[in-house]
């Protein structure tokens, strides 16, 4: 597969994340950037609510049937907005005059970050090497199988047997239709959905974002484009830690949520762009698909509208009346009663851990040298004075900016570097998990960033003849600093190393993949296959259609039958009842792909580690080491 492939089916990724979100957004009055941020937003929230509806009414995942609920979906939104809450949305970026500003930053970021994330990936087709990686791929795999994208259903891959929980798959249920409309395979569609996050999401997010705590003006539009693809930690290093493609959506989608945050509670540098009830439910909206794609994306921008609350809970205070007083007072209460519900409900664990000494961890939230990468002591200067600069502001903008990077710094502080049980408490909800949490830091920093560019750019301008130069100079300036110390050569050495199938690789190796290609040539469609899934025979689901006894790593509830298969498969010529539960699964091949397992483990299923000597099987094929066997004694 070409890169060409992967741009058409990029196109396709970027329709659904645009389009019926533009159209609804147009038609509820948005306008100009809050109308291009929120899109991706408004279009998660009416595609995957299709997710959980159209299997209801018995209907399949196809991009038909969801565009189509979309498209239901987003006309009863607009006849809400539009007749019930009559709802007017104003464009205070309108008042900067012209839009080129944002056009370029917009751009700069996206090529910055495209090419990035292509040098990361390699080839189209390449996927992550990683023990995650099982889950989503499959997951996909299971979505087009069954027609179900419902996220009470997916589950199931890891339950087969057992009820559907809720599990929120707004990544998966769009890669899956990002493949469907591309025709293409599934690791391709998903680089190609994620490249479109990278490019659209993420930069039009954190414009909008920026523009709240910084103001719309030139200077900080373009500083924005700029520093906005300075951090490694965010959202490139998510497409290869874990991997948590998921939580890469999610936190894509946070710097958008957060401007309506800030934007409702009065703490932003724009005025409202409609009034409180339309914002509400706006919110809602967005939360919703921020929700769906990561709860964990969620709870971070929660914890950081904490301090923001807070600000508009007090600013005023003494001046206004006991009515608005106890509205406030109600509004916050509902508020952190939602946020401690949801820290005691979703709390994972602490399943990682201190990752480095408190002093590596101090200096790395200082320095923003987030994760190990790179040096960029420029960009934590400027992050510094913004700090200074919103503080000396005395105003409930500069507070609330101020509070949210406190609470994101304290966050990864905590999460990377201290073991103290009580602090590290509120981290559950992120698995104690210091590489999420990075994540979460530059979402603060850079507002805070651009509005030290804004104010070096004016202290240097007002003895210029021409303020555009001292503007360029130092626009140039920093963006050749802050990308060249962001510390991207460390990250991509390892995103290639990951991505690239090799003899080695931990997941699949080059033999098991062309083996894998030739499974639908000798597996029928009805027959399913066994094998470790720690070695990646799993795989045979994502990449031949081919159903497996595991279908992920780490499985749940999954019968007595696969129980009964797994561990006595080779007992088949003897064991009457092997065969039976066999024959109700369909189990008739064994992949072997040795025993390298993806995290370097040593797993044993009984059932298939005498595949030669138990006289129950035959050898069908074999690339290098990794060889497919037929079951025979169940003929």
Known sequence: MTWLTAVLAALAAAALLLVPGLLTGWCIGLRRLWLWALAPAVSVTLLCAGSVVLPLLGLSWTPLWALLFAAVFGALVVLLFRFVLRARFAAPEAESGRRWPTVVAWAFCAVMLLGITVS???APSNFSQTFDNVFHLNAIALIGDTG???PFEIARLTSPDGGGEFYPNGW???VQLTQQLSGGSIPLAINAFNLAVV??????????LSRQVAGSSRTATLATGVLAAAFPAVPVNLLHYGVLYPFFFGMALAPATLAVVLNLLGTSRERRVSTIAPLIVLLAGVAFAISIAHPGAMLAVLAVTVPVATVALCAGWRGIGTRRRLWRAAGYAVFFAIGLAMLIGLRQGDWWGARMSPAEAAWQTVSLSLWGYGMPLLTAALMVLGIVLAVRRRDRVGAAAVGMWLVAAVLFFVTAGLSNYWLRLPTWVWYGDAPRLAALYPIVVVPLAVLAVRWLVDLVSRRAPRAWVPEAVVLLV?????????GYPELLRGMRDGYTAKADSALLSTDELKLLERLPQEVGEDEVIAGNPWTGTSLAFAFAERRVVLPHILMNEVGKDRSLVMEHLDDAKSDPAVCDAADRLGV??????GDREVHGGDHDYAGIDNLEDSGAFELVDQQGDARLFRLTACD
């Open 120 to 122: 990361g990936i390699g």
């Open 148 to 150: 179900n994208a419902s």
């Open 172 to 174: 998966h249920a769009l």
């Open 199 to 208: 490019a659209i999401v993420w930069p039009l997010g954190m414009l909008l």
């Open 478 to 486: 920093v963006s050749a600093v802050a990308l060249s110390t962001a």
């Open 588 to 593: 008739r091949f064994v992949l072997d792909f």
